[in-house]
C-alpha cells in the first residue's frame, strides 16, 4: 500500500457491531410473538391508581427530547455548551419514536428495578447507532437473581439463550421495582377490587314488603306479591297496600356496598408505592392542595419522574454509549415552561379554527 493510499474511516459509517461472546439471544429481538411484559407485572395494571401512576408518569418521560452537550469550564463553574446530536439522539430504535420506547424503557424501570437496550448496530468508531428495547420480564442476568440490582451484569440470557453484555445498555433504577417493594398493597388492591365486582353483581332491594296480619302467604304468593308491586311501581307514582302488609324502604349505603372508603384509602397507598401525588390521581388529602397547572406538573416531575429520567439520560452519557465527555439530558425546560403549554394550546386552536398547522 502506498505512503498516500492509506485506508480511512469515517465515524459516521454504520458497520455491523462486532463484540465477541455467545450472541445468540440476539437472534429472538424480532420475535415479536413471544414478547411479554409478565404475568406479575399485568395484574398490578389492572389495579387503576397503579395505571393512572404509570400513565401520569410515562407521559412526563415518553415526551421530553433528549439534548446532548459537552461542559466546559468557565472559570467560575462548568458550563453546558450544546453540541450536534449523533442521529440516534431523535429515534434510539429505527422502529419506534422515542416516545415510545421511553414509556416503555420507563415501566421496566417502575415495576423491575431494570431496563435493557440491545445495542443493533454501531458506527465505525464503535459507539452504539441503533438500539432495540428488550424487555426486562425476559431478560434474566446469572449473576444476580434480584429482586435489588447493584451492578449491570455480565451474564445476560434473553428468551433464555445468552447475549454479550457488551451489547446491551443496562438501565438499573436508584429505587426498588414496584412488584418488589409492596406486594401486599398490590395483592390487597386486586382483592379490594374483587369485592367491589362482586358487590356490584348483587343488586340490593329498594324496599320490603312484610306481611303483619291474617293468614300467611305461600312463598309463591309472597313472590307474586312482590313481583306484582315492583310493576306497579314502574307504572304508578302511587302504591296501594291493605292492612295487613307494609312497606318499608331499605337503608342500605351504596358506598358502603362498593367499599368508597376503603377504595380511597387504597389508591392512596398506591400513591404512596408509586412516588406519585395522590391528588394527580383524583385522591382527596384534605390537607395538601396545588395552586394552578403548573405546579402540578412540577410535583409529577420532581416527585416522580426526575429520579427515572436522571437514570435513563446518566446511563445513556455513559463511555459505552458515548464519547467520554459527551453527555445527554432531558430537556425539561419545554415540559415546566407555562409559556410552552399556552402556545401548544393556541397552535391547536388556530389548526382547529383554520385546519392548516401552524408555520405551515
Known sequence: M???TRATTDAAQPVVKAA????????QLDNFYAFTQGNTRQRAMSVPAITRARDLLASVIGCTPLKMYNEMWNGEEMEEVD????????????????????AWLFDDLFFTQRAFLAI?????DGFPSAFQRMPSAMTLTQDQAGPVFFAPSKQITFSGLPVDHRDVVQFISPIQGLLFTSPNAVLTSLKLEASRMRSAMNSLPNGVLRQVGGEPLSGE???QLSQSFEAARLTNTVAALNEFVTYTETTTDPSKQMLVEASEYQALEIARLANCPPYLLG???GSYSYQNSTQARQDLYMFGAKLFMDCISETLSADNVLPRGTYVKFDIED??????????????????????MPNA
Do not use: H
Open 20 to 27: 465477541a461472546g455467545s450472541n445468540v439471544g440476539m437472534s
Open 120 to 124: 443493533t448496530s454501531r458506527t465505525a
Open 2 to 4: 502506498g505512503l498516500f
Open 283 to 285: 385522591v382527596a388529602t
Open 335 to 356: 415540559y415546566l415552561s407555562e409559556n410552552y403549554l399556552m402556545e401548544k394550546e393556541n397552535n391547536n386552536y388556530e389548526t382547529a379554527e383554520t385546519g392548516v
Open 83 to 102: 453540541i450536534a446530536p449523533r442521529s440516534w439522539l431523535r429515534r434510539l430504535d429505527p422502529a419506534l419514536p422515542n416516545s415510545t420506547l421511553f
Open 221 to 223: 304468593e309472597l313472590q
